[in-house]
């Protein structure tokens, strides 16, 4: 009940950090933004660029757009207050103390977003703030950085999230996915990101590793080439079978969908072909050691899982 000396309620304007502003970061930060969200940015390398010009984005579905964030940091601990949403969209590395990272602007109105590739990626952080709700997500999307402060959106753009732990979907996740929604994102909420995760991992680890380790080729190349596809359908198999084992199954037909749907895509370099030619550090540990360490755990071998992740390591050791 409001009565003529109650002030008018303004509808919450919602606050975003975003940590690690690279090509997902900048694109969703954009989205964000156009759905009328407060959106601040940390940044490494194109953090000199982006505060001075903010970041352009060339996408194939919402045409030419420059988006200046609110504000733009070195270290999220510049960044005044905590924010509503603490958007994680940095490479999945060892090396990153995300907790201590991140620690500093956690506050009780904070709720950690993550837009990352990986598996079981989310529990180290829930384990240093298990107060603070986490919803984790999967983006569908090719983007990638073409020069500092300038990201390429060649196609899709689809996101699925779900509550870490996973639960069935709360009203805060719905809003989230409003949220995403109207910034023109096709959001979906998921009842266990966990599986989500898994499911993801059929494409990324066979595109993914045999990108790089065919030398450098686009999807359309490894599709093209009877052996290769062979190879991914095999590696393919091994995610399906270890993901069962680790109480994920999956639908019968999740290789073929994958299959179909890489041979409807645009020729694609994966992330990881982007960083290995970059000179920048590869997911390994994340796409293919984590993915192991279950399969150990479980007592299982997964024979082409081993050798890429052994194969990618070396290369990664090499730079
Ligand atoms: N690109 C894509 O199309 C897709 C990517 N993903 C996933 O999204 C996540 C982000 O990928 P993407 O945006 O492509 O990657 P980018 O390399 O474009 O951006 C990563 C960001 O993390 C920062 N970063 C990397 N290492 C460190 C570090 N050691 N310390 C501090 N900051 C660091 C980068 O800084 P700097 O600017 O210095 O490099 C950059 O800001 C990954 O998990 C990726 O697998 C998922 C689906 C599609
Ligand atoms: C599946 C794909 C291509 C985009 O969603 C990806 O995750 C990647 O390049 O790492």
């Known amino acids: 009940m409001t009565d003529s000396t109650t002030p008018p309620q303004t509808p919450h304007t919602p606050t975003v950090l975003v940590v690690g502003t690279g090509a997902v970061g900048g694109f969703y930060a954009a989205r964000l933004a156009?759905?009328?969200?407060?959106?601040?940015?940390?940044?490494?390398?194109?953090?000199?660029?982006?505060?001075?010009?903010?970041?352009?984005?060339?996408?194939?579905?919402?045409?030419?757009?420059h988006f200046h964030p609110y504000s733009v940091h070195e270290q999220p601990e510049t960044f005044p207050g905590t924010p509503d949403y603490m958007l994680i969209t940095l490479k999945v590395l060892p090396q990153i103390d995300l907790a201590a990272m991140v620690a500093p602007k956690i506050g009780p109105n904070t709720t950690l977003l993550l837009i990352q590739n990986g598996i079981e990626i989310e529990e180290k952080l829930h384990q240093a703030f298990p107060n603070t709700p986490m919803i984790s997500a999967l983006a569908f999307v090719c983007v990638s950085r073409t020069q500092p402060g300038h990201i390429d959106h060649l196609c899709f753009g689809h996101l699925s999230m779900g509550h870490y732990p996973p639960q069935p979907v709360q009203p805060a996740l719905t809003q989230l996915?409003?949220?995403?929604?109207?910034?023109?994102?096709?959001?979906?909420?998921?009842?266990?990101?966990?599986?989500?995760?898994?499911r993801k991992l059929v494409w990324n680890a066979p595109f993914n590793g045999?990108?790089?380790?065919?030398?450098?080729?686009?999807t359309r190349e490894i599709m093209d080439d009877a052996p290769l596809q062979q190879l991914c359908r095999d590696v393919m198999a091994e995610v399906v079978d270890l993901a069962a084992a680790a109480g994920h199954a999956l639908a019968d037909d999740v290789i073929e969908v994958n299959m179909q749907a890489t041979e409807r895509m645009q020729p694609y370099r994966t992330s990881m072909l982007l960083d290995h030619e970059a000179g920048r550090e590869m997911e390994v540990e994340a796409i293919f050691g984590n993915a192991l360490q279950r399969a150990q755990q479980l007592g299982r071998s997964y024979p082409?899982?081993?050798s890429f992740y052994a194969l990618l390591r070396a290369i990664g050791r090499k730079r």
């Open 304 to 306: 082409h899982l081993q």
């Open 34 to 65: 156009a759905a009328g969200a407060q959106v601040s940015v940390v940044c490494r390398s194109d953090y000199a660029t982006i505060a001075q010009q903010g970041i352009t984005i060339h996408s194939f579905k919402f045409g030419e757009q």
């Open 177 to 198: 996915v409003q949220l995403f929604k109207h910034a023109q994102i096709d959001a979906h909420a998921t009842d266990n990101v966990v599986t989500a995760r898994w």
């Open 210 to 218: 045999v990108s790089v380790l065919a030398g450098g080729l686009n």
